[in-house]
């Protein structure tokens, strides 16, 4: 691997832009190909096997047109169908994913209680179970899985975002700092952050909010210095990729990324 070579980020959509925006403010000097699936979303509701494929080929198309150096897997239900395939078949390439940020919102927590937004995909994985008990020592967690909201943002169809953003926090029960209340809630899908006013005007202000996007960021580059792999000399390029629509991709990219 050479250290000019651009990180590969890849996402169903423009989720990942959530990460990427972290991923710039902590590597400035970094270059990024950013691949966003968009014309086989959403990951979310499909088959594990579906997206595992998917992954793995946008792993190979990354790898043969860009010869990335590294990969960021920005999208917790690819994450959990293939992050450990994709460290087996590109054992030379490293691999950075996500996942829901439980152990971030269990420190935070005072009243103990957590609620998690995430795809269906995601929740019903067999990772996500296993960093469920692996806290809950720490802090009790109640999911939901929220079908059709990543589509939503997808399509930034705000009425309907509001409106499903509305209908999956009615569902937990209940938010509050009192006792037994939750009072923290982890944005389990990197689409969800660019809903995040919405959810903060739902719940008000005593309801945290936490997402993945700077641990990811700070794992990627703690793991591009432990290689020898940080870049001193990029310009903090994109170039962009996509299945779906380029000019909503770049639009996404505007509006979020201010590029
Ligand atoms: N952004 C993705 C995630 O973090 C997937 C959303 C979807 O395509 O359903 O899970």
């Not at 998690?116 to 802090?139: E, I, M, P, W, Y």
């Amino acid at each position: 691997m050479d250290r000019d070579q651009p990180i590969g980020v890849f996402d169903s959509g423009v989720g990942g832009l959530s990460i990427l925006r972290a991923l710039r403010r902590a590597l400035p000097r970094e270059d990024f190909v950013y691949f966003s699936d968009a014309g086989h979303a959403p990951y979310g509701e499909k088959a594990e096997q579906f997206v595992s494929d998917r992954s793995l080929a946008i792993a190979v198309d990354l790898l043969e047109q860009h010869r990335i150096k590294a990969l960021v897997v920005a999208c917790n239900t690819a994450t959990a169908a293939a992050v450990h395939l994709l460290r087996t078949r590109h054992t030379h390439l490293p691999v950075v994913g996500v996942e829901p940020a439980l152990k971030p919102a269990a420190a935070l927590t005072k009243t103990g209680h957590v609620a998690v937004l995430a795809t269906r995909g995601t929740l019903s994985s067999a990772k996500f179970q296993l960093l469920r008990q692996s806290l809950s020592d720490q802090a009790s967690f109640v999911t939901i899985p929220c079908d059709g909201l990543a589509a939503a943002i997808e399509g930034d169809d705000q009425d309907l975002i509001r409106r499903l953003c509305a209908r999956y926090t009615r569902e937990v029960c209940c938010f509050g700092t009192g006792p037994g209340e939750i009072d923290t809630l982890v944005l389990g899908c990197t689409h969800y952050p660019f809903a995040a006013d919405i959810f903060s005007e739902l719940l008000g202000p005593d309801i945290q909010l936490v997402e993945t996007g700077e641990p990811v960021a700070r794992q990627t580059r703690r793991m591009l210095e432990a290689q020898g792999l940080l870049n001193a000399g990029g310009r903090g390029e994109v170039r962009w990729q996509t299945t779906g629509s380029a000019d909503a991709l770049k639009a996404a990219a505007a509006r979020w990324l201010s590029i």
